[in-house]
């Protein structure tokens, strides 16, 4: 079956919805701070995964290691519309997450290379990333089966009367999944606080969107449920925040939950081994053409909230912090044989 041609950011913003969005305003403006915290982590993220794919090539990763290149404003802009008492949870395709809620890059890389000091204490590697003490409730590897964990999490900040809201992040593959229509319509029956944010990268694994699921138009899975669903692009984080700020206020105040189909695309291959037969150079080339760290980039500089001078001396920091934190991850034990059956169950 041919594919069609991936449509590319127009900078249009909310591109359609189900029903018309509610008007909250505009999200609170960022300050200064928050406008380079965002740039820097969007940054950290991304020179994480360069050398996370440069360890994966010389053998000091194990099994499964998804990158989440090309995404960055989806976990950036959707987790500044909210804060960190906020649940999120997201599947396998989780560094991104991770870092974003306060993961540091240390035991980021130490939990890839399988060591003691990892962030799950080396036993769960790259699809596991978990901060609970800020909301990050994983990474999970079965495809689909974190909406139902999300429904879960907003139902109980629901229960406890904590006008929150939990973001549920899932690949566009995960929309053929039972248990997620299981869980919208929990959610909307119920009116529980979820937002479930589809990361349309329009590709599971080498099979495009019009190949796997009927209706290519994700968001109108909300319909089946009377629920809202949209659909806006994903390149630009301001856009990102924006919709999802609008959802969350929605989710806190009325207590309704959404569907927000995101649409970006990822640079590298599924996981470590995809020959990447199923799309061709050129169709990344145009993406790449859309980057969402180099938008910000220009954005913050036309702002003039930072000069070159001074982002470029952040960048450096970075990218020193990133060889510093791997350097520390590799010199750090593997866990104890005696480990093996700790931390099995909680
Ligand atoms: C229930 C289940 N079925 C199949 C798989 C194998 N699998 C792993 S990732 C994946 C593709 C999912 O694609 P998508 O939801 O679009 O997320 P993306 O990888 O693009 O972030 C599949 C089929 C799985 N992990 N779980
Ligand atoms: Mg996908």
């Known amino acids: 079956m041919a594919t069609k041609k991936k449509p590319l950011p ?3 913003g909310v591109l359609a919805s189900t029903h018309p969005l509610p008007d909250y305003g505009a999200a609170p403006a960022q300050s200064r701070e928050e406008r380079i915290e965002w740039y820097r982590l969007m940054y950290l993220t991304r020179k994480f995964e360069e050398r996370s794919y440069q360890s994966y090539q010389t053998g000091l990763i194990g099994g499964f290691c998804h990158l989440y290149n090309g995404q960055e404003a989806v976990a950036a802009g959707t987790f500044a519309a909210v804060t960190d008492a906020d649940p999120v949870i997201t599947a396998y395709r989780d560094h991104a997450h991770g870092l974003m809620r306060g993961i540091q890059p240390g035991p980021a890389f130490a939990e890839l290379y399988g060591r003691a000091t990892g962030v799950v204490k080396g036993k769960g590697g790259s699809m596991h990333y978990f901060n609970v003490e800020k909301q990050m409730w994983g990474g999970h590897g079965i495809v689909g089966g974190q909406t139902a964990l999300g429904l879960g999490l907003a139902f109980a900040t629901k229960y406890l009367g904590e006008k929150k809201v939990c973001f549920c992040y ?5 929309v053929n999944q ?7 319509n929990l ?6 606080p979820v937002i479930y944010v589809i990361e349309n990268n329009m590709y599971s694994m080498g ?3 019009e190949r796997h699921s009927a209706p290519v138009e994700l968001y109108k899975r909300a319909l089946g449920y009377d629920m809202l669903g949209v659909r806006a692009e994903a390149q630009d984080f301001d856009i990102v925040r924006q919709v999802s700020w609008t959802l969350a206020e929605r989710a806190r105040k009325e207590n309704m939950p959404a569907i927000l189909e995101l649409m970006t695309y990822r640079y590298r291959g599924h996981s470590m081994s995809d020959p990447q037969l199923y799309r061709s150079k050129d ?3 145009e993406y790449r053409k859309h980057d969402p760290i180099e938008i910000l980039r220009e954005k913050i500089l036309a702002e003039g909230i930072i000069n070159e001078k001074d982002l470029d001396s952040l960048e450096e920091k970075v990218r ?7 350097d520390w991850a590799l010199a750090s034990p593997f866990p104890a044989q005696s480990e093996i059956y700790t931390d099995i169950y909680a």
Do not use: R
């Open 187 to 192: 959610a909307q029956l119920m009116q529980i």
């Open 170 to 174: 899932m690949g566009d593959g995960a």
């Open 178 to 184: 039972g248990t997620f229509h299981e869980s919208l």
């Open 283 to 285: 169709e990344v080339e």
């Open 320 to 326: 020193k912090e990133v060889v510093a934190a791997h």
């Open 10 to 12: 127009t900078g249009a």
């Open 207 to 209: 099979t495009a969107v």
